[in-house]
């Protein structure tokens, strides 16, 4: 239940961009199933904001304070390189996260910029939230062991 408190706390407006707002336009992808989420996005929102403004299902557990992984993404090539480099502390992070990639980020710490417009943002198939339980392990690997 708590992970489910925390999953859609954000600072973001709570609601996506209008058009007349300009919006950035890109898409999230599950890749559970594939599924792709078109969004509108404001410029300087998190990836994160973005998602819950989007009602786009990326965790975040610890509220954008850079104490969890639950916001993994996957970025295109294109997008990460023109990225600034992760800090110490996000990469100590994504250490942690479910099928980490060389492109992977964390969605709290990737804000928006027109550059990004028409990018697709993959999203893991399943997440490890040692913030809320100290021990959620995903279904996907338990089945594996």
Do not use: W
């Amino acid at each position: 239940m708590l992970a489910q408190a925390v999953r859609y706390f954000s600072v973001g407006l709570g609601h996506p961009p209008s058009d007349t707002e300009n919006p950035v336009r890109f898409n999230f992808v599950y890749t559970r199933d594939s599924q792709s989420i078109p969004v509108l996005a404001r410029e300087g929102e998190t990836l994160l904001e973005v998602a819950h403004n989007n009602h786009v299902d990326l965790e975040g557990a610890c509220a954008q304070s850079l104490a969890c992984s639950t916001c993994h993404v996957v970025l295109e090539e294109r997008i990460y390189d023109g990225l600034e480099p992760a800090v110490e502390e996000e990469e100590d992070l994504l250490d942690l996260a479910y099928g980490l990639t060389l492109t992977s980020r964390l969605g709290c710490q990737i804000k928006v910029t027109r550059a990004m417009e028409g990018m697709t943002v993959k999203l893991p198939s399943a997440t490890r939230n040692f913030y809320v339980d100290k021990s959620k392990v995903p279904s996907i690997e338990r089945s594996h062991k």
